[in-house]
């Protein structure tokens, strides 16, 4: 089982920054990959940016040149820095682990883009 740990949501500005940080815990062997889901209200989940155990990443193209997503394998930590922050980047977003076959996710934080 893998426990992940979101923070950094938030309430911003429309052009500003967050940061999120997701840390995972828990029998971590076979991780390939990390990265963050969105989910807004009425909508379905989405995904958002993603980075491999090497380093290789994928970001949704509504993000691409705003978000960056990164991780530090020693720490077991991805994070998301997101900037020039839009109203539509409203969203619960969810920390996601691909461990082999299984899909983990963590409880959600919130992240609101106010205009």
């Known amino acids: 089982q893998v426990q992940l740990v979101e923070s950094g949501g938030g309430l911003v500005q429309a052009g500003g920054s967050l940061r999120l940080s997701c840390t995972a815990s828990?029998?971590?062997?076979?991780?390939?990959?990390m990265g963050w889901y969105r989910q807004a209200p009425g909508k379905q989940r989405e995904l958002v940016a993603t980075?491999?155990?090497?380093?290789?990443?994928n970001y949704a193209d509504s993000v691409k040149g705003r978000f960056t997503v990164s991780r530090d394998n020693g720490k077991n930590t991805v994070y998301q820095q997101m900037n020039s922050l839009k109203p539509e980047d409203t969203s619960v977003y969810y920390c996601?682990?691909?461990?082999?076959?299984?899909?983990?996710w963590g409880q959600g934080t919130q992240v609101t883009v106010s205009s």
């Open positions: 996601y682990a691909l461990q082999i076959k299984t899909g983990y």
């Open positions: 828990g029998s971590l062997l076979g991780i390939v990959a």
């Open positions: 980075i491999s155990y090497g380093g290789s990443t």
